[in-house]
């Protein structure tokens, strides 16, 4: 998995990492605590697979940030429900296949489909999306989404899915 931004991939970042409630050695051995960048290093090898393949992280439930990038808090890693409920993907732009070409041809390795549907945001909204759910743990640097309202959330979308009776 990388951190993308507008299909710039970088070493997976500080966030991405807690989020994903990476192990703190992991964090560390990666992510030099010496600034609040949240960037971290990858070895070439990762970078390479992270510029040319589809990654993929754990989003864990309740989902958790913390905000302050240069040293992680005491109680880290939280605690997390199982099984794992999502995930993020990161797709390289250099390896996007060209409209119309097959995955592999010329070294790229993935594409979006051709046919695509859109949900809105009104609609879910009205089949109960919850969006009130974000709270700041006083005090702290820390982002939390009650873990209620994000299975609620997944039960939305997924319903909402359904309905397009893909």
Known sequence: FASCIGGDCLC?????????RQPRDQI?????????????????RSQAYSQNYTG?????????MNTNFSALPDAYPWPFSSPIEGHWYSHPAPARCPHG???????????????????????LLSA???VSSMTWKAGMDDVIIDESLSLNNVRVGRQALAALHL
């Open 12 to 20: 997976m970042m500080l966030p991405d990492r807690v989020i994903a």
């Open 28 to 44: 560390f051995g990666r992510c030099p605590a010496t600034d609040d960048s949240g960037m971290c290093d990858c070895n070439n």
């Open 56 to 64: 993929r992280t754990v989003i864990p439930l309740p989902f958790r």
């Open 101 to 123: 070409a097959p995955v592999g041809e010329g070294g790229c390795t993935w594409q979006r489909a051709p046919l695509s549907h859109s949900l809105y945001a009104s609609e």
């Open 128 to 130: 109960g999306l919850n």
